[in-house]
T-cell receptor, first 115, second 107 residues
């Protein structure tokens, strides 16, 4: 069966420090991969999605970047964190050929606090 | 105005009550997705539907495409149903999320 791993679960970082969040998927090949952010009291916002190795689409211009160095690995990074980067970050995957009937499968999330 | 609106924002119920959470959307969709976010933050997919009704255990989801409205019902609610329920409108690999409904079921 497929599983998705996301780490760390919580992270407290000072302003200006770098960030690296990692997500890996097991049990499937060539998945679509997604990074979402959920700000306090707000809905999920798509940050990046990837349909293959090295293929990254950015939905929202910001201080963050994403990379997909391997088929089932998705990394969210920042060179210098801002206070506004605080939030709950979720990685998700879906089957390679997206359709209306392909549900998203979410990781457990990373709660990031920038101080 | 958000493209996906949920109501209510917060809902408190007694164990055993029938729960209804509503979702209205203004965008064209090919499917609507109901998600459950547990207190720890993890999200589970409940339903994905494009017409009619789907049922899984005590959970029922309905959608009216003409009215651009979907509802999630929970029968015989239980404290373990306490979570945030999120609806998401899906179209062409683009998904727009509601802000969520926080449900608390008291014993």
């Amino acid at each position: 069966s497929q599983t998705i791993h996301q780490w760390p679960a919580t992270l407290v970082q000072p302003v200006g420090s770098p960030l690296s969040l990692e997500c890996t998927v097991e049990g499937t090949s060539n998945p679509n991969l997604y990074w979402y952010r959920q700000a306090a009291g707000r809905g999920l916002q798509l940050l990046f999605y990837s349909v293959g190795i090295g293929q990254i689409s950015s939905e929202v211009p910001q201080n963050l970047s994403a990379s997909r160095p391997q088929d089932r690995q998705f990394i969210l990074s920042s060179k210098k964190l801002l206070l506004s980067d605080s939030g709950f970050y979720l990685c998700a995957w879906s089957v390679p050929v997206p359709s209306a009937y392909s549900p998203l499968h979410f990781g457990n999330g990373t709660r990031l606090t920038v101080t | 105005k958000n493209e996906v609106e949920q109501s209510p924002q917060n809902l408190t119920a007694q164990e055993g009550e029938f729960i209804t959470i509503n979702c209205s959307y203004s965008v064209g969709i090919s499917a609507l997705h109901w998600l459950q976010q547990h207190p720890g933050g993890g999200i589970v997919s409940l339903f994905m539907l494009s017409s009619g009704k789907k049922k899984h255990g005590r959970l029922i989801a309905t959608i009216n495409i003409q009215e651009k409205h979907s509802s999630l019902h929970i029968t015989a609610s239980h404290p373990r149903d306490s979570a945030v329920y999120i609806c998401a409108a899906y179209n062409n690999n683009d998904m727009r999320f509601g802000a969520g409904t926080r449900l608390t079921v008291k014993p």
